[in-house]
């Protein structure tokens, strides 16, 4: 039986199936006792909640989801274990820290694009914004961080594909990969 609730889950609104992951005993150090489940979501007890509003990340829908009492047999067991839940979470983040870096970018260029067209159409005194040096000195500090953050992800990218660096604690080159463009 699954029981509990899990919040802002990507795509739950159209879903046909749930990877869940569930304590199946106490917890220990390694963290074993977790484990990975198929659920269908026409599972009954599985309630999907309606779909968030959110400001950003539109195309990214989300929504909650209950877990009422749902008996799950053990075909939908993942792996074959009840013990890989646990390494399996970290090895998907892992490589979502990536993802999340790529966002991250994407969301600085945004920005920067946006300030780049606002700076050639905006005048103050008859004069376009974007011909005044200090907004000038913005908009190239703002390309560099952007340009920086990029180059951040697409190292933390090719050691992730490549197999080089798959570990699951962060690493110090790759890990300052998110924390460059959130600058």
């Known amino acids: 039986m699954i029981s509990g609730q899990k919040r802002f889950?990507?795509?739950?609104?159209?879903a046909g199936l749930f990877v869940v992951f569930a304590r199946t005993r106490p917890a220990d150090e390694q963290g074993a006792g977790i484990a990975v489940f198929l659920v269908p979501a026409d599972t009954a007890g599985v309630e999907v909640g309606a779909k968030d509003a959110k400001?950003?990340?539109?195309?990214?829908?989300t929504a909650d989801v209950n877990f009422n009492d749902v008996r799950v047999g053990a075909e939908a067991l993942i792996g074959g274990t009840e013990d890989i839940g646990y390494r399996a979470a970290l090895t998907s983040l892992?490589?979502?820290r990536v993802h999340i870096a790529a966002i991250a970018v994407g969301t600085?260029?945004?920005?920067?694009?946006?300030s780049v067209a606002y700076a050639?159409?905006?005048?103050?005194?008859?004069?376009?914004?974007?011909n005044f040096q200090l907004v000038q000195a913005m908009l190239a500090d703002q390309q560099t961080g952007v340009l920086a953050g990029r180059a951040l992800v697409r190292d933390a990218?090719?050691?992730w594909v490549s197999g080089e660096d798959r570990r699951i604690a962060r690493r110090r080159r790759s890990s300052s990969a998110p924390k460059w463009p959130a600058r």
């Open 9 to 14: 889950i990507t795509n739950a609104p159209v």
């Open 55 to 61: 400001m950003g990340q539109e195309g990214a829908w």
């Open 94 to 96: 892992a490589r979502g």
């Open 108 to 114: 600085a260029q945004r920005a920067l694009d946006e």
């Open 120 to 130: 050639t159409t905006a005048t103050q005194g008859g004069t376009p914004i974007g």
């Open 157 to 159: 990218a090719r050691l």
